[in-house]
């Protein structure tokens, strides 16, 4: 059974820094592209970022890009988002996904919440 736990939400000032992570079990995370997606309230689940698998090349949202940073530890089977100078609007339930097969598979969702 693959599961993907998140962590590392919460709240933060304008400016400020995070460091969410996912941790995956039941599958080798190296093996797919990772990915993560924010929803904001009242909003769609928007794109953030990949990891692309067996490599350490990413492709960011042009919102995060300069500010945000995709890795992933293979030893620990787990993704990170690295997010920097944060801002009001990146306020939002942050998710990891993989595509396992033909199904895309998501964690439960960290808050992060930017606010002075």
């Known amino acids: 059974q693959v599961q993907l736990v998140e962590s590392g939400g919460g709240l933060v000032q304008p400016g400020g820094s995070l460091r969410l992570s996912c941790a995956v079990s039941?599958?080798?995370?190296?093996?797919?592209?990772g990915h993560w997606f924010r929803q904001a309230p009242g909003g769609e689940r928007e794109f953030v970022a990949t990891?692309?698998?067996?490599?350490?090349?990413?492709d960011l949202a042009n919102t995060v890009k300069g500010r945000f940073t995709v890795s992933r530890d293979n030893d620990k089977n787990t993704l990170y988002l690295q997010m920097n100078n944060l801002k009001p609007e990146d306020t939002a339930v942050y998710f990891c996904?993989?595509?396992?097969?033909?199904?895309?598979?998501w964690g439960q969702g960290t808050q992060v919440t930017v606010s002075s």
């Open positions: 996904s993989i595509r396992e097969g033909g199904t895309r598979l």
């Open positions: 039941g599958v080798n995370v190296t093996a797919y592209d």
């Open positions: 990891i692309v698998s067996f490599t350490t090349v990413q």
